[in-house]
């Protein structure tokens, strides 16, 4: 008795094991995202400052920022990098906010942060398409 | 037991008067303030799909103080994420050692010039 006890506890705790290293493999993989997105994301960053400080000089107006984009491939190339890469980015933080201070479970997290992935893809893609076709 | 733990941590102020707090604190605040941003900056984007008039629309209804400084918060916020990033991206795969507190003065530097450059920039 005692020792099917102490296999049934053996098994409960090598599924808590299993669970856990499951939990670290998955936090491990999102730091590693975040960083690799972040990367890409700080080069993007830069160029878009230095976008924002040309684009804004003497206001903003439809002709002249559709007149830069409209069938600039290479334009459109580099705002779909940083698209993809912040939709990689954003998720992670967001996710992790959710269940730090928001007290979101890890199974939540991750749904949340792949409907944040989807939205800042569709959305930012789309934006893309509407600058540049 | 670990909501215990938690309850100390943060009630702790003593760990949150640090600088090294604050570039935690600024650096997921101002992720989460860009977060929220970029739907609707895509969005005013994609104003484009309905013409230049639905865009130039959108352009003069921003095209208003209120707006422009939120736009100048946004330019920092985002230079000071980017930058508050590259620091520790440097702190984690970076050679150097040490606690480079100095750092996070950088990081703010960054964002007061990237503010600075984008009020010039508005008025120029």
């Known amino acids: 008795m005692r020792a099917t006890g102490a ?27 975040q960083r690799i997105s972040a990367m890409v994301l700080a080069i993007c960053v830069l ?13 903003l107006s439809a002709a002249e920022i559709l007149g830069r984009t409209r069938g600039n491939w ?15 980015h954003v998720p992670v933080g967001i996710a992790n906010i959710a269940r730090e201070w928001a007290g979101v479970g890890e199974r939540a997290g991750v749904w949340l942060g792949r409907a944040v992935a989807l939205l800042v893809l569709a959305m930012g893609l789309r934006a893309v398409v509407a600058v540049v076709a | ?9 943060r009630s ?17 605040g101002s992720g989460l303030a860009l977060a929220v941003f970029l739907p609707l900056h895509f969005w005013a984007l ?25 736009e100048w918060g946004l330019v920092v916020l985002l230079a000071l994420h980017m930058a508050g990033g590259v620091r520790l991206l440097l702190i984690e795969f970076g050679p150097w050692s040490g606690l480079r507190k100095d750092w996070i003065a950088g990081a703010a530097g960054v964002a007061v010039l990237a503010g600075v450059a984008f009020a010039l920039a508005l008025v120029a």
């Open chain 1, 7 to 33: 296999a049934v506890e053996g098994a409960a705790g090598s599924r808590r094991a299993e669970g856990a290293a499951a939990l670290a493999i998955a936090q491990a993989r999102r730091w590693y995202w």
């Open chain 1, 47 to 59: 160029a878009h400052l230095a976008v924002i400080l040309y684009a804004v000089r003497g206001g």
């Open chain 1, 74 to 88: 290479a334009f459109a190339a580099f705002y779909t990098v940083f698209v993809v890469a912040s939709a990689v």
């Open chain 2, 1 to 9: 037991m670990k909501a215990i733990a938690g309850a100390i941590r």
């Open chain 2, 12 to 28: 702790d102020a003593r760990a949150h008067r640090h600088a090294s707090w604050w570039a935690f604190a600024l650096h997921r």
């Open chain 2, 46 to 70: 994609g104003q484009a799909l309905h013409g230049d008039a639905a865009l130039d629309g959108f352009l003069r209804f921003a095209d208003r103080p209120l707006f422009k400084l939120a």
